[in-house]
């Protein structure tokens, strides 16, 4: 097989690459301006009024008892943080969710904060 294309193959290829890079751009174009056929359009969820979120303890910022950066956020939003300092060990505290997960159950927690050791290691990967 010969490493020389043709003037017009490269073109070609060219073009085709070129095309594939545009039309992720052009798909976000098209979502912020709204101009998606409402078949396609995403359903719009309502943004729930409070969430729960677990972290380890002394990892956000305070002030005077007050937590600044969850101040801030509900006052952009709109949505109260139910601020819980719940991670203690990676270990306990998935042993302690993993159940309801497995489930297909809503946890207690909306989105929590632990290293990448908190959840077991997937089939094939090594830690």
Not at 13 to 38: D, F, H, I, S
Not at 41 to 48: E, H
Request: proline share 9%; charged share 20%; hydrophobic share 35%.
């Amino acid at each position: 097989m010969s490493d020389r294309i043709s003037r017009q193959a490269f073109l070609r290829r060219a073009a085709v690459g070129g095309g594939a890079l545009a039309v992720p751009g052009w798909l976000a174009a098209r979502a912020a301006a709204g101009a998606w056929p409402e078949s396609l359009a995403p359903a719009a969820q309502p943004l729930p009024k409070t969430i729960t979120f677990s972290h380890w303890p002394l990892y956000i910022d305070t002030d005077h008892g007050k937590r600044p950066s969850l101040t801030q956020f509900t006052k952009q939003t709109g949505i109260t943080v139910n601020y819980k300092e719940v991670i203690q060990d990676n270990a306990p505290f998935y042993a302690k969710i993993a159940p309801t997960l497995q489930a297909g159950q809503p946890g207690r927690t909306d989105a929590c904060s632990g290293s990448r050791r908190c959840a077991p290691p997937r089939s094939g990967t090594s830690r």
